[in-house]
């Protein structure tokens, strides 16, 4: 067993950066990867992931003996920004360069990739059959003490522990996007998970730079879904059922609240696509008169004129001038 080798299976979004956390807190990181096309789709992300990272370092600098530093410094990176400096932060841009250009593999090959790990983090697309079919294929080649996590949004722990040859040590480690600036880690059990191996994800997630936040039992959505996802929902009614409009709603809740950020700029930051899909898995979306269906459609029209969110330029606020 390598107490510094992580494991990250599946190289898409989410994978990579977590992977690109890990390697960047000084951990041995291997991303075993299906085939060779994943290979092709996952380099370019740990290439981008990265220099984003260290670009938000490097910007870091300038906020040092800035007050609103606290507010916007990449809390994943630095571990304590009350006692950073700017040569502080040089160091650490350099040693997390090293670490990122030194301690990232690729691996196709199951036995070898998973080979002595600490800990193996599934982040595969949320296919249940798919996480059932891997966790079944490793099930024998994991070192019986390695430590099995996965990084699932919508799926609990409960559905696949059986598969996974050692239900005491899976459980969830639910990260956010943009893991380097929003560093949750909502971590999660199932009845069966030993409170050894829960207490080891807290420690790793706190190595690798994030806050653990701690579900004392399985909530489908966990913390920051469960309350995000109706607080959105509620917003977005407002609109459909033409009480006020995106920019009203998102002033009064910045108004009333002191929050940066309202309801419509969030669901930009998530997509549209995002807000679309999870509103189609409503069985209200689907009947005409509706609320949800007035949601659907109107953000259905949205997504048809290409405006899915910040990431597209606009989508309930235009992008396009900040650039
Ligand atoms: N995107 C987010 O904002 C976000 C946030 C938190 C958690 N998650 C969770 O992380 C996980 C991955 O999400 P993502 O956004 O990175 O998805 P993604 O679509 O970007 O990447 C999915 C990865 O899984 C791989 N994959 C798919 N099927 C596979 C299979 N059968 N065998 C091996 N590899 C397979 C793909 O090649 C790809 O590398 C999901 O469980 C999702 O719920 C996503």
Do not use: C
């Not at 994978?15 to 890990?22: E, K, P, S």
């Not at 653990?212 to 509620?234: C, D, R």
């Amino acid at each position: 067993m390598n107490e510094k080798k992580v494991v990250v299976l599946g190289g898409g979004v989410l994978g990579t950066q977590i992977g690109l956390i890990a390697a960047f807190h000084g951990y041995d990181v291997t991303f075993w990867l299906r085939s060779e096309s994943s290979i092709s789709r996952t380099e370019p992300k740990i290439t981008r992931y990265s220099e984003l990272m260290l670009e938000d370092l490097d910007k870091a600098k300038a906020l040092v003996g800035n007050p609103m530093g606290a507010y916007y410094y990449p809390r994943g990176l630095v571990k304590d920004w009350n006692s950073a400096t700017v040569e502080s932060l040089s160091e650490l841009y350099e040693s997390g360069k090293k670490n990122l250009s030194e301690n990232v593999h690729i691996e196709l090959d199951k036995a070898a990739a998973v080979k002595d790990a600490y800990i193996v983090i599934e982040s595969m697309a949320e296919d249940v059959q798919a996480k059932k079919d891997v966790y079944t294929q490793f099930n024998d080649l994991l070192d019986e003490e390695t430590i099995l996590v996965t990084n699932s949004s919508t799926l609990l722990p409960s559905m696949f522990a059986e598969y996974t040859g050692r239900p005491e040590k899976y459980l969830s480690l639910h990260f956010a996007n943009t893991i380097w600036k929003n560093n949750t880690a909502e971590i999660m059990g199932h009845p069966g998970t030993s409170s050894e191996y829960y207490d080891k994800v807290v420690a790793f997630a706190v190595s690798i730079g994030m806050v653990p936040l701690l579900l004392h039992k399985e909530q489908p959505g966990y913390i920051l879904n469960s309350m995000l996802v109706p607080f959105l929902s509620a917003a977005q009614g407002l609109w459909a059922n033409g009480v006020a409009d995106p920019e009203t709603i998102d002033l009064t809740w910045k108004l009333a609240t002191s929050a940066p950020a309202g309801p419509f700029a969030i669901l930009d930051i998530v997509g549209l696509e995002t807000a679309y899909n999870i509103n189609q898995m409503k069985p209200a979306a689907h009947q005409e008169g509706t609320t949800e269906y007035k949601i659907g459609k109107l953000l259905k029209e949205k997504i048809d004129k290409g405006e899915t969110g910040v990431n597209a330029g606009k989508g309930f606020f235009d992008y396009s001038k900040t650039e």
